[in-house]
């Protein structure tokens, strides 16, 4: 008996271009790339940290 983890939905609204190193680096480890490119990730506690580092670049929906 599996249960299909629960996913969230993050999207990149703002561009990276002037933000911090580290927060480049999040955005990149979340799979984001491009203003307006979304990705689908698992809901866990390291990835709501990242989303939480830099929740004002991305629009995040479960």
Known sequence: MTQNPKKIKVTLVKSLIG?????????RGLGLRHVNSS???????????MINNIY???KSEV
């Open 39 to 49: 990705v689908e990730v698992e809901d866990t506690p390291a990835v709501r940290g």
């Open 19 to 27: 933000t911090k190193q580290a927060h480049r680096a999040t955005a």
């Open 56 to 58: 004002y670049l991305v």
